[in-house]
């Protein structure tokens, strides 16, 4: 009788363990946005897709550079379930993000944020570029501070879009 009791005291204490393990990920904010297209964007819409969102300014040098590797990236994942979401900052001017957006064919969503809200809603971007990445869940997986290891992204971004919504 002791063995069951200490049997189902432990059971119950690794479900407990396994719920806060897997949600110590901070939920993604819901965020309006325009697209290049004058269309409304809720992030909120997106949920049940692995989402990378890239805060970025045709102004920063970094972001440009990675901007190749973020069309690679959503062209290979895509069809899987990644929706990639570059976000240009409230100090670009829309023309300069639109001729940009034009100029390299970018095959992604391209969106505005006129007013700043979206960065303030995404932790208080200010460094061009911050990248989120989202599960399907609307959790965030991963963060990254200036370009990412776009290898290691791949790799997370495998898993990410084999799990089931």
Known sequence: MKIR??????????LVIGVF???D??????VSLTTLQGERLDTATLRGKV????????????CVGEMPDLIRTHQKFAARGLETVAVAMDYDPPAQVRAFAE??????????DADGSAAR?????????????IDRRGRIERK??????????????ETLVAEPG
């Open 103 to 112: 100029k390299n064919q970018l095959p992604f969503i391209v969106a505005l």
């Open 144 to 157: 990254y501070l200036g370009a990412p290891d776009f290898n290691a992204l791949h790799e997370l971004l």
């Open 51 to 62: 989402v990378l969102v890239n805060f970025w300014a045709t102004t920063c040098t970094t």
């Open 121 to 133: 809603g995404f932790d208080g971007v200010r460094m061009t570029p911050t990248t989120f990445l």
């Open 5 to 14: 009791i200490f049997a189902t005291l432990a059971v119950i204490t690794l």
């Open 21 to 23: 393990v897997y949600n």
């Open 25 to 30: 990920k901070p939920p993604a904010p819901d």
